[in-house]
Every structure is written in C-alpha cells, then in structure tokens.
C-alpha cells in the first residue's frame, strides 16, 4: 500500500510527544511492508544523518516553511474571520 504521512515538522530526533508518534507512525507503517512518503515543514536544516535515517525507511521530502506570525498575518488576521493561525497558512 501507497501511504503519504503529512507532518507539521521533521520527526527526527525524537525528544517530545509530538515527535514521537510521527516517527513512530513512519517507522511502523513502514516495517508493515508500506511504501510510505513522509512530507514535512520544517524551518531550520536538518542534520544530514536523521535525513538519512528518514530515508532508509521510506521517501521524504521537506518544504522549508517559517510559521512564525508577522504584523501582516495580525492584520489579515483581523480583517477576516480567520484566526491567525489559520491566516498563516493560507
């Protein structure tokens, strides 16, 4: 079975909850004998060995994306009946 995990960020190193269960949820999907993507956010640079780590499970692939809020995405924010944690994802 074909499975794309989509995930706020990079899984690797896997120090809180949040990480654990992404990690997990790739690894295990993946030992079950699935060919699975994982597709991720990720602000900063990502150690070359926890890419590669990643890769030996599966296929990965990152978009480099900032989810920081900005005076702009306030203002969106309070222009519209989005919540700015949905303006910034927009």
Not at 64 to 75: E, G, H, R
Not at 84 to 90: G, I, M, R, V
Request: charged share 25%; aromatic share 12%.
């Amino acid at each position: 079975m074909k499975i794309l995990q989509l995930s706020p960020r990079f899984p690797l190193p896997p120090d809180d909850g949040g990480k654990i269960v992404l990690s997990n949820t790739f690894k295990y999907l993946s030992k079950l004998g699935n060919e699975v993507h994982l597709f991720c956010f990720e602000e900063d640079t990502i150690e070359e060995k926890l890419i590669s780590e990643v890769q030996s499970m599966g296929k990965f692939f990152q978009y480099k994306y900032t989810p920081k809020n900005t005076a702009s995405i306030a203002l969106k924010s309070l222009c519209t009946n989005r919540s700015a944690y949905l303006a910034k994802h927009f």
